[in-house]
T-cell receptor, first 113, second 111 residues
Framework: DAGVIQSPRHEVTEMGQEVTLRCKPI?????LFWYRQTMMRGLELLIY????????DSGMPEDRFSAKMPNASFSTLKIQPSEPRDSAVYFC???????????FGEGSRLTVL | DQQVKQNSPSLSVQEGRISILNCDYT??????FLWYKKYPAEGPTFLISISSIKDKNEDGRFTVFLNKSAKHLSLHIVPSQPGDSAVYFCAARDNTDKLIFGTGTRLQVFP
């Protein structure tokens, strides 16, 4: 099993540019979570999907952030326009239904200059 | 507001000694708690968990204790090894099935 696959691993962009982060979940996992890691807030939940449907997006910081899950094998997190304060590591995590543990990808490190 | 708090950003322990990492939470509806371990440039990996109906769960060198009345849990690692040096995140599951994480504690185990 390849695990949760995220791309890109690193992204450096300039303020105002659009950023798209991608995630391929583990096959058979029907819940997908996007987290952001910062020093101040630790691992902060942005949004999660269950069976491709967004269940809770209350953690999305503002309208500049959007996430989609068009099918069971792909999700994107988009920031448009990006700002320097968006610089962080973004993690995608998935699990099977129920209280099972989350499996994390290796993260996408975003730097907005 | 932070529902899951790890008030110690870092901890340094000598190899062979016990490491105790602490976590406090505010939401009494949390029913399941987990600890994750994270190495640099990697994603967090699951370490150990405990249901709210228990007060202790043990797995090898790792033991998690839950004190529901104090809304406090702790992770004990004994004996500590240099390979345990990592950032440890506490997480709690709420009644909407989300996992809420703390800010993490960086553990350093020195020889």
């Amino acid at each position: 099993d390849a695990g949760v696959i995220q791309s890109p691993r690193h992204e450096v962009t300039e303020m105002g540019q659009e950023v798209t982060l991608r995630c391929k979940p583990i096959s058979g996992h029907n819940s997908l979570f996007w987290y952001r890691q910062t020093m101040m807030r630790g691992l902060e939940l942005l949004i999660y999907f269950n069976n491709n449907v967004p269940i809770d997006d209350s953690g999305m910081p503002e309208d500049r952030f959007s996430a989609k899950m068009p099918n069971a094998s792909f999700s994107t997190l988009k920031i448009q326009p990006s700002e320097p304060r968006d610089s962080a590591v973004y993690f995608c995590a998935t699990r099977t239904g129920g209280p099972g543990e989350l499996f994390f990808g290796e993260g996408s490190r975003l730097t907005v200059l | 507001d932070q529902q899951v708090k790890q008030n110690s950003p870092s901890l340094s322990v000598q190899e062979g000694r016990i490491s105790i990492l602490n976590c406090d939470y505010t939401n009494s509806m949390f029913d399941y708690f987990l600890w994750y371990k994270k190495y640099p440039a990697e994603g967090p990996t699951f370490l150990i968990s405990i249901s709210s109906i228990k007060d202790k769960n043990e797995d090898g060198r790792f033991t998690v204790f839950l004190n529901k009345s104090a809304k406090h849990l702790s992770l004990h690692i004994v004996p500590s090894q240099p390979g345990d040096s990592a950032v440890y995140f506490c997480a709690a599951r709420d009644n909407t099935d989300k996992l809420i994480f703390g800010t993490g504690t960086r553990l350093q185990v020195f020889p």
